[in-house]
């Protein structure tokens, strides 16, 4: 299947995670900061509720990501071993630029379910992504049940419908891991003949 004379079919298909202890400098400078937050708003968003917002970690707030992370990792695990706990906190120096993705969900919203809003906060990370990839940068995602923690909830001051969905690392890949399969079309396509 070829997409050759389509830059932006081409993009989509050879978007890819990066790893994120192989994030080196530079990372994008402000400007590429604001394309990529751009782009990542302008996802699909039924009923404009605009259910996602993002934070660029501050090179000074990283020792507190790292305390935020060994206290989410103790939290989900108090016996965690020492070794595994600091490579909890090693994930606030991965990447020179590191994003929280914050999704906010009306979950009793009259007419837009909630479902409707996590679509447009997946939709809002993959433009991210995608926008990320475009300007020559790899990202690696960090997400699960330590960014539901208390410890996590508490240390971004979350409201009790927010919840950040993941940590992106950013920067200038120094390798690349090795690619993952993906799925074959007939086992994500078929047709509905009612």
Same mark, same amino acid.
């Given at each position: 299947?070829?997409?050759?004379?389509?830059?932006?079919?081409?993009?989509?298909?050879?978007?890819?995670?990066?790893?994120?202890?192989?994030?080196? +400098?530079?990372?994008?400078?402000?400007?590429?900061?604001?394309?990529?937050?751009?782009?990542?708003?302008?996802?699909?968003?039924?009923?404009?509720?605009?259910?996602?917002?993002?934070?660029?970690?501050?090179?000074?707030?990283?020792?507190?990501?790292?305390?935020?992370?060994?206290?989410?990792?103790?939290?989900?695990?108090?016996?965690?071993?020492? @070794?595994?706990?600091?490579?909890?906190?090693?994930?606030?120096?991965?990447?020179?630029?590191?994003?929280?993705?914050? +999704?906010?969900?009306?979950?009793?919203?009259?007419?837009?379910?909630?479902?409707?809003?996590?679509?447009?906060?997946?939709?809002?990370?993959?433009?991210? %992504?995608?926008?990320?990839?475009? %300007?020559?940068?790899?990202?690696?995602?960090?997400?699960?049940?330590?960014?539901?923690?208390?410890?996590?909830?508490?240390?971004?001051? %979350?409201?009790?419908?927010?919840?950040?969905?993941?940590?992106?690392?950013?920067?200038?890949?120094?390798?690349?891991? @090795?690619?993952?399969?993906?799925?074959?079309?007939?086992?994500?396509?078929?047709?509905?003949?009612?």
């Amino acid at each position: 299947m070829s997409h050759a004379q389509n830059p932006v079919m081409e993009a989509l298909i050879a978007r890819r995670s990066g790893n994120a202890r192989a994030l080196a +400098a530079p990372g994008p400078d402000a400007r590429a900061v604001e394309a990529i937050i751009f782009a990542a708003s302008r996802a699909p968003d039924h009923g404009r509720l605009v259910p996602f917002r993002f934070l660029q970690i501050a090179e000074a707030a990283r020792p507190r990501l790292a305390d935020l992370l060994e206290a989410a990792s103790l939290e989900l695990d108090p016996a965690l071993p020492r @070794p595994e706990v600091e490579r909890a906190r090693e994930k606030a120096d991965q990447g020179p630029v590191i994003f929280a993705v914050i +999704a906010r969900i009306e979950a009793d919203h009259p007419k837009i379910p909630a479902s409707d809003q996590w679509l447009a906060v997946g939709a809002a990370l993959e433009n991210m %992504l995608l926008a990320i990839q475009s %300007l020559g940068f790899a990202a690696a995602i960090r997400s699960g049940k330590f960014l539901e923690t208390t410890a996590m909830r508490g240390g971004f001051g %979350l409201a009790a419908n927010e919840h950040v969905v993941s940590l992106v690392a950013i920067g200038s890949p120094v390798e690349w891991p @090795p690619e993952k399969p993906k799925p074959a079309l007939d086992r994500v396509f078929g047709v509905w003949n009612g």
